[in-house]
């Protein structure tokens, strides 16, 4: 199945091996199951290309040792600290790049860290929405513009700056449903304004978010 088609070893393995946790007294044995299975589904000449995959795949595979669990945590709080200052340029981007390879941690961590703690930051966008409508002084009148939502529309910048893959965000939105979630919780706090005024904000928000296809009409659909 996954072993089978054009894509280089490489590119597998960063998607395979990526989260795996292994210790180094593993890491030998980890690396001949994955050249068996290459050989079994593609045969012993497309094996040998896993040589060129070498270098990532040690790194990978001592992902879990504790060495570099400071490491890790390291980068977690410049991630937190990058989303609190809410400045996300090209400079930010750079020092996050030389954070993570001063630290010693493969790219495929990296982005996998950086998914972790914009997942995050959407949930507390998403719970910030209704602490923000309960305490709307008045249940009849429209909600003034929050800042939550000045903080959603910087999306794009967030995820560029992290170096997120559309491929790897729309997979934490299947996954996970936060795009939805962050995109009713913001349908509930405009639930008094009109329906053009709802439609069109959302559908912003829904292209800002690069969200799923269809998630607004959903929303608008249920409503």
């Known amino acids: ?3 089978e088609g054009e894509k280089p070893v490489r590119d597998l393995a960063t998607r395979y091996l990526g989260a795996l946790s292994l210790e180094p007294s593993l890491e030998e044995v ?4 994955l050249a068996t299975a290459v050989d079994q589904s593609r045969g012993r000449a497309n094996a040998r290309k896993l040589g060129d995959a070498q270098p990532l795949l040690k790194s990978m ?23 609190f ?3 996300y340029d090209e400079n930010a981007k750079k020092a996050l790049d030389g954070a993570g390879a001063a630290l010693g941690l493969p790219e495929p961590l990296q982005r996998k860290l950086a998914l972790d703690a914009y997942y995050g930051w959407l949930l507390d966008i998403t719970e910030s929405f209704g602490s923000a409508r309960a305490k709307s002084p008045s249940a009849g009148a429209t909600p003034s513009k929050p800042r939550e939502l000045l903080s959603l529309e910087q999306g794009a910048k967030l995820r560029e ?4 893959a559309p491929s790897a ?5 299947s996954n996970t449903d936060i795009d939805g979630s962050v995109l009713r919780a913001y ?5 008094p304004a009109s329906a053009y005024e709802v439609s ?3 559908q912003y928000l829904e292209r800002v978010l690069d969200a799923r296809p269809g998630v607004v009409a959903q929303i608008l659909a249920s409503s």
Request: include cysteine; aromatic fraction near 10%; proline fraction near 2%.
């Open 161 to 164: 700056c992290l170096q997120l």
């Open 30 to 33: 980890a690396q001949r199951l």
């Open 85 to 87: 200052s809410k400045v």
């Open 1 to 3: 199945g996954g072993w």
């Open 187 to 191: 349908y509930e706090y405009l639930a």
């Open 169 to 173: 965000v729309g997979e934490l939105y």
């Open 61 to 83: 595979l001592s992902l879990g040792t504790p060495g570099l669990q400071k490491a890790k945590d390291d980068y977690v709080a410049r991630l937190d600290g990058l989303i």
């Open 200 to 202: 069109d904000t959302l």
